[in-house]
Every structure is written in C-alpha cells, then in structure tokens.
DNA sequence: TGTTAATATGCAACAGAGTTGCATATGTAT
DNA sequence: ATACATATGCAACTCTGTTGCATATTAACA
C-alpha cells in the first residue's frame, strides 16, 4: 500500500520533494481530504520530524511559507481526525503531533516522556501492550500509554558524570 | 425545621468525618506534609469523589470553606508530588485528579475516557498491564495508560436506544 | 504555654496554548 | 469556466494554570 511505500522511502531518506509530495497528496486524497497548501507543508515536517511536533514547532518551521498560526491548529485537527497523525499527551498541557505509523490510525505504539530533558518521543519500534482485560461493560475503542523516566541521552550523560 | 433536620445530618455527618479526618492527618504526616485546612479538605473531597476530579469542581465543592483557588492548585500540587494522589491527562487540557490506591504512588491502574458523555474513570479494578519490553537504554521510571471508547453507562442507554 | 521558623495561603495579576467568528481565498468536481 | 464546499487569514478572545508578595498558620521546641 501506498502509505507503506512512502514511509520506507522516507526511511531510507532517498526521496526527493516532488516525490515526497506526491506520496503526501495521495495520503491526503485517501483520507478524502483536499490537498491544500497547509496540509501538504505540515504533513511535509511531520514526515521528517522524528519526534511529535508542537503547533508552534510547526509554525515557526513553516514561518516561510506564510502559514497562518491559526490555521497550524486547524490542520493538525483535521489530520488527526482523519487519524493520519496521532496527538501525544505530554502533561505540560501542549499538545505534539506526530504521524501514524502502519496505517494505524491513533496511537500505536507507546510513548516516552524523559524527566530529565522533557524529550517525548514515540516509541515505534515496541508495540503497544496487550489491552488489559477491561470488564465488558467497557467498548475499549483506543489505548495510550505514556512511559515516563529517563531517556538513553541522559542516562549516558548521568553516568558519564558518574564516571568522573 | 429544615434547619433542624440540616443539623442532624451534619452532626452525624461530623462524627464520620472526625474519623475521617484523623485518618487524613495520618496519611498527610506519613507523607511530612503539615495538615493545614486546605489539605485535609482538598483530600477529603477526592477520598469521597469516585472519579478523578478537576481544579474547578474541588473549588466549587470547597467553597463554603473559603479556599482560595489558587490554593486548590497548589495543594493538588504538593498532594501529587508527594504521591498521594495522581494526575490524570484526559486530553482536554484539564488536569484531574485521585487519591492513589493501595500504598502506590502515581499511576496503578489504566484511566477510562468515555468518548460520548466525557467521564473519566480511574479502573482501579484492573492492574496496569506489564511494562514494555522498552530497550535496555530506557529507564522506565512510571508508567500511564489511558483507555478511550464508550462506558458502560453510554453503552446501555445506546443498546436502549437501539431496542425502540 | 509561648515563641519562632518554615511554609501555606489569599489576593491580584498574569501567561500562553488553544479557540472563535467572519470575510475572503482556494481546491476540485462538473 | 463555474460553482460550491471548505480552508485560511486575521483579530480577538477564553480559560486553565502560574507568579509574586504580604500575611496567616502549623508544629517543633523550650
């Protein structure tokens, strides 16, 4: 399928822009969406953000092309309605987006916030843990989880000062 | 008369939360924290409150007391960090909150975001599933899950809905 | 019981991430 | 080319949570 494609070019980063836009107006246009100006430049720096994105990471990213601050926001609602990206919960009350992977719409994988260095990251490589066996009388629909702790940087920085 | 009968509630309404209180003090000290108004008051309405519970419900619940509500804030805050109750991230840039259970600091159990009437539930009853096979590199300190869908309340008066 | 130091609280003001309303622009089907 | 649905720019707003400072309060100690 077409979104695999793409994620592995984008993988091996052997795309180029007409390429990458390409694939990207075909996400668009499978998920019946139009393929306007913002949603293509946006789901662009998604594509190559490896970690999920805030709205004004986004805007200033983007700061070349005009894009209104307003209009970050109203992409990323719209791209996430449609489940091409998922929104991660950091706890700081700003919200960060990042695509789904696998034609999994919402989130697939679990997340990582470091205490440290407040990275967050997605966590693709680890599937999302067996779904706990929720009574019946609940219709479990999607699943976060977010890990919280230490990330490898800061684990080797901490033991790195340790070491002197 | 109304008055009267308002009396006997309370006075064996108080007799309950004389005891109540002790027990509240006693957790506050175990945690070094002092057992000011604010506190004891905050942490009695979450003891009592079923589901987690916001800033603003907590001020509204404690207004005949006087609490200021920025206080509201600052207790949950010192009550979280030092583990007597946890946050809840419902997605909706309103942070909740609940006692935690069973000696446990932070997150015990999964959260239930129902996605038609907004409730959100601790699942105290359901253990927090085991912990990703997260490479060696992550030191997993803590660990959120939320489960989003429809709860059972909803589920029943959809079935209802259906049955006409 | 009184004293005192640490810290909790009230108050007023503020910050900022996200939202709203409306006029105009734009994408795409025909 | 036209037309319609909807995306966008702009200005303003909302509201949840935070800050700073003066005062109040708790609890340890003598």
Known sequence: M??????????????DAAMNEKNIRAIL?????RCTRGRVDVLQVLLESPDPTTHEDLHKKLQGTGIN???????????????IVHRVEAGDRIWRF???????????????????????????EFPMPDMPSVAKDYTVEEQEMYLRGICPNCASKIKNLKCK
Request: glycine share 6%; aromatic share 6%; hydrophobic share 35%.
């Open 98 to 124: 990042a695509v789904c992977g696998r034609m999994h719409p919402g989130h697939c994988h679990p997340h990582f916030i470091c205490r440290q260095c407040g990275k967050i990251e997605c966590l693709k």
């Open 2 to 15: 077409i979104l695999i494609h793409w994620r592995d070019n984008f993988t091996a980063r052997q795309n």
């Open 69 to 83: 601050r307003v209009t970050v926001y109203r992409v990323l609602e719209t791209l996430q309605k449609s489940g």
């Open 29 to 33: 246009r499978k998920a019946n969406l």
